[in-house]
């Protein structure tokens, strides 16, 4: 957690519901300016952050595709055939990205040695 911890105010904050999963939210916090970018990419490799989901906000359209990565999350996990990844967090970026590529979508959307900016 201490690759996290010196963090600054978000830039952005933002609560969704969903109308489908009422028990379920999504709180969305953009960090700008983020120097740690590395150590909280092996925060999340060595599983500090379970219940987070963090992206590289470079490729990403807006608060709304997050939110609706999310909730196909929600949706996927409660289908009959379950995630198509390991996890939640790992399915809100398989449903960030165009193509059906956990890899892809790591590469794309996920939190890299860089990144500057960061939605978490």
Do not use: W
């Not at 590289?56 to 009959?80: K, M, N, R, S, W």
């Not at 055939?81 to 959307?109: C, K, N, W």
């Amino acid at each position: 957690m201490a690759a996290m911890e010196a963090a600054a105010a978000p830039a952005l904050a933002a609560s969704f519901e969903f109308d489908m999963f009422p028990e379920r939210g999504l709180a969305l916090r953009v960090f700008r300016d983020v120097a740690n970018a590395e150590a909280v990419k092996a925060a999340l490799v060595a599983g500090d952050f379970p219940d987070c989901t963090v992206l590289d906000t470079g490729a990403i359209a807006g608060p709304d595709h997050v939110h609706f990565a999310a909730a196909a999350a929600l949706y996927q996990e409660a289908a009959p055939g379950g995630l198509h990844t390991q996890g939640l967090t790992s399915e809100v970026l398989y449903f960030m990205s165009p193509t059906t590529s956990i890899r892809d979508a790591y590469r794309r959307f996920g939190v890299q040695n860089g990144s500057k900016e960061i939605a978490v």
